[in-house]
DNA sequence: GCATCATGCAA
DNA sequence: TATTGCATGATGC
């Protein structure tokens, strides 16, 4: 038996020394802790020691108990801080106490991975799995005779495991010089906006132009603060506040050329890294609060402030009227969405731009850590996180086409279309949902039209299209989607809105409507949907029951707090189990998936390898010539996830590309 | 150095 | 009080 307690971290720890471990690997007790408990973060987690004494009572010291040591201090004595030095150091102390101590940690630890192993597949063994009917047909599944949630371990998670930490190694292509060249651009970009900003600052209060954009509590002090609680006219005083900023080195020299006199080399005092700076308030009107109580910066709050100064015709947000309107009012709105526009361009640099071609290995890939490590049973990236990369509009830099495909090699890049929505048509048998995705088309707009009489009759009349392939010329009549816009997003918000238990107070808050037309467009929604308010309903019931939710493949998720006294507590766990079967149904469909694409061997023998997956879309990457053989099996692994179909298609998009921007 | 908060990116 | 994640910068202890 081969058991890791993490296999992915030792696996590459291996490989890395040139160390390959041939054969089957039986478990990792991480994975299987996290299938028989996904809520264990804030208990201990999923660390060895933790998981010994909860399931074992055995006490395990961790590593940084035994080894850690003191840091040195600058004059040479012990402070208070730890740490572990490397396991070299460790291994080769002279001390013997040190190697003893060292090898009975070594040896103790791999125990007690053997019997977590044990352990933990009794406790799954233990627990029943009833997943969806179909999953029997699984051919993997006909030869075993047991039917535990260990089986469904053993057959689908624990090979899933493997193709994790395959993608893990195999790690994708960054082109970096694309990368630094699209900083450049972006520095130079975010300059100008921040610029304008800071020099409207200026005009307010003379150190305005050192205010940090990054801080919060800046913004939030030069634009809400006020002295005064609001007089009866709702008028409020403004004030000043002092901030610390960095001291930046261009205003060092700044202060050099001031002071000095050609030629000569003056002693300034020495540079202050942090710097004094006085803020005025602006008492302008809080849009929304945090959740602390605090009036929020975030973007959505500066939009409102803004409105669209750079429109034409240009609107004005809520800063021209507090402002007193006229030209000080125009320049507060413009200087303000410039400061929006400064701070989107921010987020790319600092999150993606700058740290990902720090990221990468000699061959310029990029290999970021793959976990099942969540409550639905979705896979999560880390370090760097590859799931969250801007796309469309909000990918300005084109930051998309950096992961690309090596010379002489393609992306195969795929997705499913509405996955959630169709696995909720399947799990609750809804007949109109399951004939909106028959028919085909635009799946929100199909909504709108049985949510709205009048939609269905303009359509019946022909006075506007569902739907046009653009190849064939103008439409000859208006499309739904562009004639019944809001009509549309109300639709679309509400099939992703239900899903995730959405209430009419949000409804109300976001379209602003009153509450009683937020119930009754819900009611709408729901009328003809019947099904789905029932399978919601037996699902929360059950979970009440039972104590947990589970997914389409018959995992759990355990929700404590649904018969709580915790009123909020509650309803968070309410809508946990309504969702998670969605979100981890789909995440088990996609793994389904992979499995099948990974056992093609026709796939595999010519050298198409998985890299990425991001929950419903999957990217592989091998060589050109045979790119056009490849995709269609890959379409048909993915459309096909269980050897006999679903009630509902699962219809997949996706081209072979040069890179991910590409592959849209 | 660490924890917390606020924010924003993805599906 | 619409779900699940991760990374970042500022701030205060």
């Not at 990368?179 to 130079?188: D, G, I, N, R, S």
């Not at 019947?530 to 998720?557: D, S």
């Amino acid at each position: 038996l081969q058991i890791f307690h993490n296999w992915s971290f030792d696996g590459h720890l291996l490989a890395n020394h040139g160390i390959e471990i041939l054969g089957h690997r039986s478990g990792d007790t991480v994975h299987m802790a996290r299938l028989w408990d996904t809520s264990r973060q804030g208990r201990g987690g999923y660390k060895l020691s933790s998981l010994m004494q909860d399931l074992l009572g055995w006490g395990k010291t961790d590593m940084k108990e035994v080894f850690g040591r003191f840091k040195l201090k600058k004059d040479g004595t012990p402070g208070k801080v730890v740490y572990l030095p490397d396991s070299l150091t460790l291994q080769t102390d002279p001390n013997v106490t040190m190697f003893e101590k060292w090898i009975h940690y070594s040896t103790y630890d791999t125990i007690c991975t053997w019997y977590l192993y044990f352990s933990l597949r009794k406790e799954l063994e233990n627990m029943s799995w009833s997943p969806d009917a179909i999953v029997y047909e699984n051919e993997l599944l006909k030869m075993r005779a047991d039917r535990t949630l260990f089986t469904f371990y053993d057959c689908f998670w624990r090979p899933f495991g493997q193709i994790l930490t395959d993608m893990e190694r195999k790690g994708m292509y960054i082109d970096k010089d694309y990368l630094y060249q699209q900083a450049e651009k972006a520095q130079e970009d975010k300059e100008k906006r921040t610029e304008s900003f800071m020099q409207w600052v200026r005009s307010l209060c003379p150190d305005g132009k050192y205010i940090n954009i990054n801080s919060n509590p800046q913004k939030r002090h030069l634009l809400f603060s006020s002295i005064t609680e609001p007089d009866d006219a709702g008028s409020r005083e403004p004030h000043m506040r002092t901030f610390q900023v960095d001291n930046k080195v261009e205003e060092e020299e700044e202060r050099e050329e001031e002071e000095g006199e050609e030629g000569e080399v003056l002693f300034l005092s020495p540079p202050r890294s942090k710097r004094s700076i006085s803020l005025l308030g602006l008492a302008l009107t809080p849009v929304a609060y945090t959740a602390t109580g605090q009036a929020s910066t975030a973007g959505q709050v500066i939009q409102k402030l803004a409105g669209k100064p750079f429109a034409s015709p240009p609107s004005y947000g809520t800063a021209f009227k507090d402002l007193g309107g006229g030209e000080e009012g125009k320049a507060a709105c413009e200087a303000l969405a410039s400061l929006l526009e400064g701070e989107a361009i921010e987020k790319l640099l600092s999150t993606f731009l700058l740290p990902l071609p720090e990221q990468t290995d000699e061959a310029s890939r990029i290999h970021t850590s793959l976990n099942i490590n969540t409550e639905t049973g979705r896979l999560s990236s880390q370090r760097p996180n590859l799931q969250n990369q801007p796309a469309l509009e909000k990918d300005v830099y084109r930051m998309r086409k950096a992961f690309s495909a090596p010379p002489g090699r393609k992306l195969i890049i795929v997705d499913y279309g509405q996955l959630e929505l169709r696995i909720m048509a399947q799990m609750t048998g809804c007949r109109s949902m399951l004939d909106a995705f028959e028919q085909g088309g635009d799946f929100h707009s199909r909504t709108a039209i049985d949510m709205y009489r009048y939609i269905a009759e303009a359509v019946e009349r022909k006075e506007v299209l569902l739907e046009w392939n653009s190849h064939d010329g103008a439409p000859p009549a208006p499309m739904l989607k562009d004639k019944f816009a809001s009509e549309r997003r109300k639709a679309k918000t509400l099939n992703f809105g239900i899903a995730y238990g959405m209430t009419k107070m949000k409804v109300a808050r976001d379209w602003g409507v009153s509450l009683e037309e937020a119930e009754e467009t819900i009611q709408t929604w729901y009328s003809a949907r019947k099904e789905v308010k029932q399978w919601q309903e037996e699902v929360i019931e059950r979970a009440r029951r039972t104590g947990y939710t589970e997914t389409f493949l018959g995992r759990r998720r355990y929700l404590p707090e649904i018969n709580g006294r915790d009123g909020v507590g509650r309803g968070h766990a309410e809508r946990a189990a309504i969702n998670t079967p969605i979100q981890g149904g789909a995440a088990d469909i996609v793994m389904m998936a992979m499995l099948k694409l990974r056992g093609e061997e026709r796939i595999r023998r010519l050298g198409w390898r998985m890299v990425m997956q991001i929950h419903d879309e999957i990217i592989l990457e091998g060589p050109e010539e045979t790119a056009e053989e490849v995709f269609p099996l890959v379409r048909a692994c993915m459309e096909q996830p269980f050897d006999s179909p679903l009630s509902v298609e699962l219809p997949v998009d996706g081209s072979i590309a040069d890179n991910w921007y590409e592959g849209k």
